[in-house]
């Protein structure tokens, strides 16, 4: 054993860093292969078989690692190609999509009138609470799979991390097609202003933009980002170019119209408002978008939480003027009728062949939107497959292209399939249900608990004001889960189906619960040895 020592270490150093092996506490992994390393073979390192400090261990290339390290070099095998700006870019994009420009006329239905502001203020500002918790997580683990990186740290990787990262693993083959479909399906209604499709046309629509987006997406990351530069550029003048028809035409009278009863603080108000809202941060989401791809991103401590703070201010900004100018040009009993409200908006200012130009250019964010939303997405999977918690099929990497295509191609696939099954509003409301109760609220409660644990030297990034952003967000997030309405149960359902699908899986693979206890842990003398 003594001669295969430092063989180990070497190989452990070689696929992780060794100055980040020391900054997220790694050392530890050099110790269990060094306990686990048996002279000249493998017993004891078993694939799955748990090891004296409690990780489950599994092969590469004839050594044996914890999970962790090989987490670790799973990361390496990506390229961090992507800038501040390409974080930004990437960010806005998925924020931005068709969610705008199909849910405008919702919530001023909902809301009853011009009082809807206040619903896409209230996303913003629980965007912003949200924010804080994505960037001090993202800045501390800078790793693909965000969210299943977090929940799997917070909770403990021996333990209940292993059960909340798989459920969030579990819930990405559901909530990403939907929030893909979702998009594209409202690619599909919206393209009904340019030509009247039949049924069938829109369906064929909304599959065919999922196929055009796993073409686009089948390439290196520094071509995603350069791709995604380019979306961005048509997102942002899409909007500005609305933005300043509304500042030039808007009318006061049109605009701050309110009917009787517009702030009566009542419960019906507020059930309106969550209605509202449900459908605000639908279009708010997406700002924690890098946080997935964080082993791809340069200088993360830095960039994540400026590409997040970045992304969520720009885009309110956007969207409360955005807004604010189609209710100044368009009457809002008119507006809550619209099928098209933004089209209409520049219909009124400019004429029928402008709407037609501002159709498509609305189309084109939708593109955009899907475009960074199965990119972020398809690396989660990943994540959980390099960790040994999911099907070790989606840990491949493309050889050439450098990214996970296997995962890419199935999250592809469902998208595809639930893009010709289902309507808009049941995705959205879907989509909300599915994602608050494990991501939102688990990861949130998942930072107080690291904070605890881990103290604020492994924090690069530290949240204003704590814990007072976490909490809010936690009653933002759970008042919001129930105005879902029908679609909770649905949720819950989700959640409980995925209990049992890792308990069958952990009891397959002899993993906790049900892995073999140790009730001794062997003594080490001080030389290591």
Known sequence: MRGNRPLCANRIRGLARARREERLGRTKEVYACRLERNA????????????????????????CYSRGAMNEAGNEQLERGLGLKEAVALNMIEIVGIGPFVVSSLVIKAMGGPQAMLAWVAGAVIATLDAFVWSELGAAMPKAGGTYVFLR?????????RLMSFLFV??????????????????AEYAKYLYPLKTWEAKAVSGGLVLVLIVLLYRRITTIGKISVLLW?????????????????????IAFDFPAGAFNLNALWFAGLGAAMVNTVYSYWGYYNICHLGGEIKQPEKNIPRGIFLSVLGIAVLYLLMQSSILGVVPWREAAESKFLASLFVEKLYGATAAKFATAMILWVALASVFSVLLGASRVPYSAAIDGNFFPVFGRVHPTKKFPHVSLLVLGGLAFVFSVVLNLKTAIAGILAVRLIVQFIGQTVGLMILRRRWGLEKFPFKMWLYPVPAVLTIVGWSWLFWHTGPARKWGLLQIAMGVVAYLVWSWDRKQWPFAETRNRRPEISASGK
């Open 40 to 63: 000249g073979t493998l017993a004891g390192c078993e694939k799955n078989k748990p090891n004296v400090l409690g990780e489950t261990l599994g092969r590469a290339n004839g050594f």
């Open 153 to 161: 740290e917070a909770y403990g990787p021996g333990k209940w991390g």
């Open 170 to 187: 579990w819930q990405t083959f559901l909530h990403v097609p939907l929030s893909v479909a979702s998009a594209s399906i409202g690619f």
């Open 233 to 253: 550029v048509g997102v942002i003048g899409t909007m500005l170019w609305l933005i300043w028809g509304g500042v030039t035409h808007f009318d006061r009278r």
